[in-house]
């Protein structure tokens, strides 16, 4: 059974930073790793993925803000959010491109002052 859990979310202010941690239940060291998130109201939008080679992309929003990363050990993809704004309020999911595709639960991120 596959389960991706996020962890590290809060309330952050403006210009703060956050580090977002996602731990696989197996390794997924072939696939593509990701953060999505979703504001109220929105749709849920791309963040960052990773691929196995550690080719990494990143949403236009989060450039030179952002930065994915995975740990092949632990079996865990981080998202290092740095000079957060409040635009950047949102529910943070981890995702992995396997068969189907698979969610984490979600971690709330609010970035207020």
């Known amino acids: 059974q596959v389960q991706l859990v996020e962890s590290g979310g809060g309330l952050v202010q403006p210009g703060g930073s956050l580090r977002l941690s996602c731990a696989a239940s197996?390794?997924?060291?072939?696939?593509?790793l990701g953060w999505y998130r979703q504001a109220p109201g929105k749709q849920r939008e791309l963040v960052a993925t990773?691929?196995?080679?550690?080719?990494?992309n990143y949403a236009d929003s989060v450039k030179e803000r952002f930065t994915i990363s995975r740990d092949y050990a632990k079996n865990t993809v981080y998202l290092q959010m740095n000079s957060v704004k409040s635009e950047d309020t949102a529910v943070y999911y981890c995702?992995?491109?396997?068969?189907?595709?698979?969610w984490g639960q979600g971690t709330q991120v609010t970035v207020s002052s």
């Open positions: 995702y992995v491109n396997y068969y189907s595709g698979y």
């Open positions: 197996r390794t997924f060291s072939m696939y593509v």
């Open positions: 990773i691929s196995r080679d550690g080719t990494t």
